[in-house]
């Protein structure tokens, strides 16, 4: 298994766990709160070529 699919299969494995620990709303603010604030931490020049490159391009 790539480090990518183990990343993602952890990822899975703590929102998964969230929904079951905390109330819903809580847990959908944690899964979709952490990406965002990781987006925001961006530079400008980082945020632009995260726009520009396409989503298959990204990761590789």
Do not use: C, E, F
């Amino acid at each position: 298994m790539s480090n990518r699919a183990k990343v993602a299969v952890g990822g899975v494995a703590v929102g998964l766990i969230l929904l079951w620990v905390l109330p819903a709303w809580l847990a959908l603010l944690v899964i979709v709160g952490v990406p965002v604030a990781a987006y925001l931490t961006l530079d400008p020049s980082q945020r632009r070529r995260l726009r520009r490159a396409g989503r298959r391009q990204i990761g590789k």
